[in-house]
């Protein structure tokens, strides 16, 4: 009698808990206005119901309008219980409309689908526009006002000038004026104030306001001074984006210049000091790429929270690795060939096919992923729609630093002093006791292991190959020759310049032609300068 007794109050429980349940998620419902009207069958109704719910103001009310125009929205049809649906056939997870949870799973069968004319959705569209407008979040709003800019609605004026004198951020009260602008200057729209609308946009620097006020300079405008003054507005604009330009243009050279200024250093360091013509530089870049690629795997097994401490870790390692390589192939194989250019090319594109099939065996001939870490990602947004990409300044940051770092090695150390004396006159430097083979394998490795820091940095922004090091060797000696061999700020200058010429070039004659330019460029500039533009002295190099 005790265990029916029982049985009987848990039964009673789990009825009144799931009565309350049913009333609580039906008050839900009724406290959101136009929700319940959204399943009828009349489409008026159901645009009524959009309204109500528009005007609301609740914060799920956007989340609802949109999975409606989406053709996510359905009601269950014992109940017409609205849920947005995602899945297919029997595997429907249904989300409570008004608290955004997940409520159960629900067949085909037994939903069906809010219906949707073209008309709902405009009208959706629009009321989805003035929610944005007015939203809590400031980049929300902007993002809905840069919207408006680029397809002006009239039906949005409204709303526009509303939201407009509440709000408070610049950078959206700019965006919602230009918005108000480009609806404004419609041809039905009286003269004063399209002229008022054309100097708005005039003042404007996104780059959207050109093909707004490009219609209206031409014959189709029949109003001669909206005409006029969008002449006088549309000139303004295109002298600011060119300069926008060209400011994008300066960043992309010096950005592209950089790259090759990492990878010409360690290039200038052992063709300026030993005369050797390394085919295999490039792929002690490689290396470093691909060390940058195996230390990040292991970051991401192991200790993956702190992945953006990955290329602290690569750095090192790479200069390491290919540095060690460099040393051992100064020693096994260059040395033998001093004096010889001719034979030390043909070694070294040996060793460089040698080390791309080795890699290739390795690690298999596809790209490789290698990310970017959490402080490289994202962009820098400036004027006339000109991105300065996070990962492309700090590699310009860190190859400056490399630069520095080198300069600083050779210039107050006692092996730089050593690399110094060896290059100006190697004889005289043996006479005075300076072991030159020594200098030699460690320079050879200093520049090989520059190179393997190149590799880190080129991995942040090129596909990770065994190809890799072959898209810049060409261009490096191009830069080393080009500043002066061996002499460090004229490679620094020489990449800047080539980096900067060919950013320029190629939007004009395209990329290979530009590298076909700038090579002749300097094959002309060597028959007047042997010796490029800093060039060394020193009595041995003057022989």
Known sequence: MRDLIKFVALFLSALAFASVAAVASAQASETLPGLTLLSEKSASKRAKGIEQLADSGHPSAATILNAMAEGDLYFRKRDNQLFIATGSGDAFVLTDPVS??????????????????????????????????THSDAKVRLEAASNLLKNPDPDQRTILMKALEKEGDDSVVRAMSLAIAAIDIRPEVPQEKRIAAVTT???????????????????????????????????????????????????????????????????????????????????????????????QEAFRSAAPEYF?????????????????????????????????????????WGVSLILQQAVRSIFGPTNREVGNPEWMSGAMELAGGVLLTYNRIWIIVFALAVLFGVWAL?????????????????????????????????????????????????????NVSPNLGQSYIIDSF???????????WGTLVGALSLGVVNKFLEPVSGAVLAKIIVLVAIILFIQRRPRGLFALKGRAVEN
């Open 100 to 133: 955004l949870d997940e409520v159960g799973t629900a067949s085909g069968k037994e939903l069906k689908k809010v219906r949707v004319n073209n008309k709902l959705r405009r009208l959706i569209r629009g009321f989805l526009g003035g929610l944005n407008l």
């Open 201 to 295: 946009l005039g003042d404007s620097d996104a780059s959207e306001v050109r093909a707004l006020l490009t219609p209206l300079t031409g014959d189709a405008e029949n109003d001669i001074e909206v005409r006029q003054a969008a002449i006088i507005a549309l000139d303004a604009v295109e002298d600011r984006l060119v300069l926008y330009r060209a400011i994008g243009g300066v960043f992309q050279g010096i950005s592209l210049g950089s790259v090759l200024l990492l990878a010409a250093i360690g290039l200038a360091i052992t063709f300026g000091v030993m005369g050797v013509i390394n085919m295999a530089h490039g792929e002690m870049v490689m290396i470093g790429a691909y060390v940058t690629f195996v230390i």
């Open 308 to 348: 953006g401490l990955s290329l602290a870790v690569a750095v090192p390692a790479a200069f390491l690795a290919s540095g060690m390589i460099g040393i051992g192939l100064e020693r096994s194989v260059i040395r033998w060939l001093y004096g010889r250019p001719l034979e030390t090319l043909l070694a070294t």
């Open 410 to 462: 050779i210039r107050f150390t006692s092996i730089g002093l050593e690399m110094r004396a060896v290059t100006q006159n190697r004889r005289m430097a043996n006479a005075m006791g300076i072991r030159s083979a020594r200098v030699d394998a460690l320079t050879f490795g200093l520049g090989s292991g520059v190179a393997g820091m190149a590799g880190v940095a080129l991995s942040q922004i090129d």
């Open 478 to 488: 191009m830069v080393v020759v080009f500043g002066g061999v061996g002499n460090l």
